[in-house]
């Protein structure tokens, strides 16, 4: 059957079709709705029920019902696939990709941002800016929701696209402005107000900048957010939980805004203030709500909280308990070791500066085991330098020079976070294959987790056979 649109709808379509075809499909459920209806791959999918599709959340709204109307376009023909399915049945249908139009990309000149961060030279995809609120409610991005378009925080409302990952940093406009590199104030409040009225759920970030948002402005925000806890608005919708960051500083910063890292002495201050009123959050909203970030407690060698205080991990991809988890898994790792190996082997563990004294505890753990030798080597950030030492951007080269001077084991041992995600591929583009060729000795990729350590050390040939399989 043709398709027909209103006019109105072409001449959005139009311009929505000069990007990239984005909207196609992909695979089809074998016996799927779908696939039942005559769709085929390869169909570029323009509307649902008569509304332009612009990604996968409007894909998702859209066919939510028992019946669903699609326009398809098919070698240059537009064609109308009706069927029916159950009610929030998946159609059935997999995409090329999650967002149909394109990435919205942001405006901001955020005086932390680590994009104007970087040298010359790296791979493209690194120096785009997104600050798109369909990866904040698909994949936990961050978003400071200062760059939505017209309609589209109506559409966060009526699409009730909770949770979502808020970029808060300070909730008075003026410093929230002045943060953000905006040419103006910046109120975040009256919009987190908005969404919570319409029971969206809000995790906050505030990445600590000294001279910008700390101090007053730093305890205000804090204060504000708690007061729109759901427990406080007595809805569903508000804010339930913030993660407080230190800003991270590279030697990239030519031209950019002056701004301090967060000093030891900083950091134990923000612990000191945060800590009692985590446990008077807890008292009087049943949460703690504000989690500093693993560095705050690593950078000045505090206990890091006890697995109950982190309350399920709401903010782990901000960094927020992952040390916790690594303590909490060598634990149980270190009760199930064997007394002697059946594969005797040495091994360099590769890390960052920061993870150094926990991964010498794994290593020394492992090395408890009758025929296992492992040290650690701790790589100095050169490439970023400034206050980078987290083993997720150690590159390739700052391995290799760290190295020159070091007693390696037989075999090199790295995180897979040093990759790039599915490939064997650092930063500064040097592949594992090239490290393994400079060092001399073959590279082991394992998780960051103490039992993937641990499993890789004691059966070697099992983990290179899963790497082979493509898992890297």
Known sequence: MPLTLPVATHERLEHFQRGVRRNVVESLREDGPAELAGVRVGDQVLTANGALLHDIVDWKYHTAGEQVELGILRGGESLSVVFRKGYDEDPGIVFNDDLFDRLHLCKNKCVFCFLYQQPKGLRPSLYVKDDDFRLSFLHGNY????????????????????????SIHATDPVARGRILGRPGDEPILPILD?????????HGQIVLCPGYNDGEVLERTIDDLAARHPSVRGTYGGIVSVAVVPIGITQFRERLAPVDIVCPDQARSVLAWCEPRRQEYLARLGTRFVYPSDEFYLNTETPVPPRSHYEGFPQLEDGVGLVRLFLDDLEKMRRRLPKVAKDPGRFTFVTGEIAAPLVTQLAETLSRVDGIEVNVLAVHNRFFEGNINIAGLVVGGDIVSAARDFPLHETVVIPSVMLRDGEAVFLDEMTVDGLSEKLQRPVMVVERTPSAAADAVLDPARHRTHLRDGNV
């Open 194 to 202: 908005r969404l919570a009225d319409h029971r969206i759920q809000i």
């Open 143 to 166: 978003v400071t929701l200062t760059n939505l378009k017209e309609g589209e925080l109506d559409r966060i409302c009526e699409q009730r696209l909770s949770p979502l990952f808020v």
